[in-house]
């Protein structure tokens, strides 16, 4: 493929998340002609801070991290001075009580009565001794952390939890997701927490991070503004209907019902819209892997309330069934300028798009205020308005098969003239914003001629944030 025909002409960058802008500002950099096509009323994708009818929240909670001084440079130089620097406090609630995330066993221990203790630390030295003498079940997540944690614990947290996230048993979902994103607790770490288990020995996950005043989205808006400046065009609300190769090269698009004609495509939407709108450019076996792949949805219940919440964390995991969230975040806990004048609570209710969740057939706004005040942050009488906000590709399913399926459809895509694939959408990837602006500039180059975004991205890299 001569990914160089697009360096003088015009590309379309599919998606305003913070890959697709990162891509456009790679492009527009180079002086590339860049149209960024987006059905959303908005840049920022999953990164978004909406601000409507006295709303003021982000898509479940945000924090940037990276472990890239690159990327961190970036932001703070899109956003000079706008950068908080804040110390994370995040919990599990279970069984009427707080435990510390990640959760640690030295927690567990201090927290939960003796026999139940003795219970998970029996489970835990079995697991490891079995590993020692057999390789066991780890390809699904249910194994993997069992035989890391032990089964009681995962029992009490982990598996309640991840089903009730993906909305399916643990043994049908990869181990990838867990090794991705998992720490797992050494042995010596261990054995202390047993003699000892007042003292916490679990290593904190990203206990700092950065946020920008004014909400996530900020980092995007500021994007989409360099951009804009640099004369790159916005499509918002624009719905893609199909995309049609050109005899002469490049590509037909049909946006909204009128044809648009580009020399190449940076594409950052779902993998699988992207393979449903190049039809024919690849074989039916393609698009038999694609329709494997699936993502789980989100939506967002929003409650406003008039008086400050009670609780300091930035968000709290709600693994247990009887609630239909599975975590509550606090934007006033990110942003000190709304804590007293805007409280609000965002519930996530993770589902699959067109369930009773996300048709509205359950009673959200109900579910949310009754769960609030079960687990004590605030009184019914508080509740002075709800909003919700929907995102259908919230998290890329990592069945069983799905790295299989991955690597067919991108392999196939990868052979296109001019067209890379790319973010969490493109690349099917579970990953975090600063990824996602790596593999916006890096789609960016393998148009330019510059390498390859699969060779390029480190994919050992963990997921430390929470999203
Ligand atoms: C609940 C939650 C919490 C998170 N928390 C964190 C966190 O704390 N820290 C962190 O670093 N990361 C977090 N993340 C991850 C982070 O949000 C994403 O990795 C990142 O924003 C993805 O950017 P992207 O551009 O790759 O994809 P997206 O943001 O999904 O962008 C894709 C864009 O394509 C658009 N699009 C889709 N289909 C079409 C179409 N057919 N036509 C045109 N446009 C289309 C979408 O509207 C969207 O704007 C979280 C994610 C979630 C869901």
């Not at 261990?190 to 206990?207: D, G, W």
């Not at 309330?305 to 709290?316: E, G, M, S, V, Y």
Request: hydrophobic share 40%; proline share 4%.
């Amino acid at each position: 493929m001569n990914r160089k025909n697009g360096e003088h002409g015009k590309i379309a960058v599919l998606g305003a998340g913070l890959a697709g802008l990162r891509a456009a500002d790679v492009l527009s950099e180079s002086g590339l002609n860049v149209l960024i096509i987006e059905k959303e009323a908005q840049p920022g994708g999953l990164a978004t801070t909406i601000q409507q009818k006295g709303f003021y929240f982000d898509l479940g909670p945000h924090r940037f991290h990276t472990e890239s001084s690159r990327i961190l440079q970036f932001v703070e130089e899109l956003l000079p001075g706008e950068l908080l620097e804040l110390q994370r406090l995040s919990r599990i609630r279970l069984l009427d009580r707080y435990f510390q995330y990640p959760l640690s066993f030295g927690d567990v221990l201090k927290k939960m009565p003796l026999l139940r203790s003795a219970g998970f630390l029996l489970s835990y030295f079995t697991e490891r001794l079995k590993g020692i003498f057999a390789s066991g079940e780890k390809r699904s997540f249910r194994g993997w952390v069992i035989s890391r944690f032990g089964k009681k614990l995962y029992d009490l947290y982990f598996g309640p939890y991840t089903e009730k996230l993906w909305g399916c048993p643990a043994d049908e979902l990869s181990a990838d997701w867990a090794s991705q994103r998992i720490t797992v607790p050494k042995l010596t770490d261990m054995v202390r927490a047993t003699i000892s288990p007042r003292k916490n020995s679990a290593r904190s996950l990203v206990s700092k991070f950065h946020y920008p005043m004014g909400g996530i989205g900020r980092i995007s808006d500021a994007l989409a503004d360099r951009v804009s400046a640099r004369g790159c065009s916005f499509m918002y609300s624009s719905f893609l209907n199909s995309i049609k190769p050109l005899p002469a090269g490049g590509y037909s698009l049909s946006v909204n019902g009128d044809d648009i004609k580009v020399d190449g495509i940076v594409s950052t939407i779902p993998v699988t819209e992207y393979t449903t709108l190049i039809g024919n450019m690849v074989p039916v076996e393609i698009h038999n892997c694609s329709k494997k792949l699936n993502y789980r949805a989100i939506v967002f219940l929003v409650l406003q309330l008039k008086t400050r919440i009670r609780a300091n964390d930035h968000w709290i995991y709600i693994p247990e069934g009887k609630y239909l969230f599975n975590r509550i975040s606090i934007p006033g806990n990110f942003d000190p300028e709304i804590a007293e004048s805007n409280p609000q609570m965002v519930f996530e209710f993770t589902c699959m798009v067109d369930d009773d969740i996300w048709s509205g057939d359950l009673d959200l706004q109900e579910s949310a205020i009754t769960g609030g005040v079960d687990l004590g942050l605030f009184h019914r009488h508080d509740v002075v308005g709800s909003t919700l906000a929907r995102k259908a590709h919230a998290y890329p399913i990592y069945s069983l098969d799905y790295a299989e399926n991955v690597s067919a459809v991108l392999d196939a895509l990868d052979k296109l003239e001019c067209s890379v694939t790319s973010g969490r959408q493109g690349l099917f990837r579970y990953n975090n914003m600063d990824h996602s602006l790596e593999m916006g500039e890096y789609a960016a180059l393998e148009l330019l001629g510059q390498g390859r975004v699969r060779q390029r991205f480190d994919w050992t890299r963990q997921t430390w944030a929470d999203g």
